[in-house]
């Protein structure tokens, strides 16, 4: 019988972790992240939820020093430096065509037809469903030991002509540098609004 984890709460060192002490580093200590801790972090990311379960993320994990500068020559000048530092980036990305993989993925009905012939649709549910990926990565990450430093500030182009040039129907989504964060590197906590700052419970 499955074990029912409804009634669990995470204790506050384990939320801590998650939330409310983690932080996006911008500087990473010298020690390395391996193979097997980027798969354990997958291994978690592919369990979380998507619309039809329709997994649209395709990710790059860069970790090798050619890959880094590669990738490095496509951000803004502020993140070049935490690209070339950190010892894995994922550049997390979209499948335009995921309904092709849904016979498999959602296999309960005929969930490819809701999507066929109609790709601004695709886009948009490839577009949100990989942002949520993209937070289960960091999430994965943070449960895993590992930091987190999200970022934008670059040239979709450049990453998609560097990165997914053999499948023109995979789009970046954003950048996430993965490992031991230095640190000296946070700036200090930025504001955080109560709940009725920009919530509505009706």
Not at 97 to 111: G, I, K, R, S
Not at 165 to 179: K, M, Q, T, Y
């Amino acid at each position: 019988m499955t074990k029912q984890f409804h009634d669990t709460v995470l204790s506050d060192e384990a939320i801590a972790q998650l939330f409310n002490e983690a932080r996006s580093y911008n500087g990473w200590l010298d020690k390395p992240v391996s193979d097997e801790q980027v798969h354990a972090i997958w291994d978690l990311v592919k369990m979380a939820p998507t619309s039809a379960n329709m997994q649209p993320a395709r990710i790059v994990w860069v970790k090798s020093a050619e890959e880094k500068a590669k990738l490095a020559e496509c951000v803004m000048s502020g993140n070049k430096e935490k690209i070339l530092a950190a010892p894995v980036t994922a550049v997390i990305g979209f499948d335009i065509d995921y309904h092709e993989e849904l016979p498999w993925l959602f296999p309960h009905t005929d969930a490819k037809s809701w999507f066929d012939g109609n790709e601004p649709l695709r886009e948009e549910s490839a577009l949100r469903n990989s942002s949520l990926q993209g937070a289960y990565i960091m999430l994965a990450a943070r449960a895993l030991g590992l930091d987190c430093g999200p970022m934008s500030g670059f040239d979709p182009a450049a990453v998609n002509a560097a990165f997914f040039a053999d499948e023109p129907r995979h789009r970046v989504n954003f950048l996430c540098s993965i490992g031991y964060g230095d640190p000296t590197s946070v700036f200090d906590r930025s504001p955080r609004p109560d709940f009725d700052r920009f919530n509505t419970l009706v």
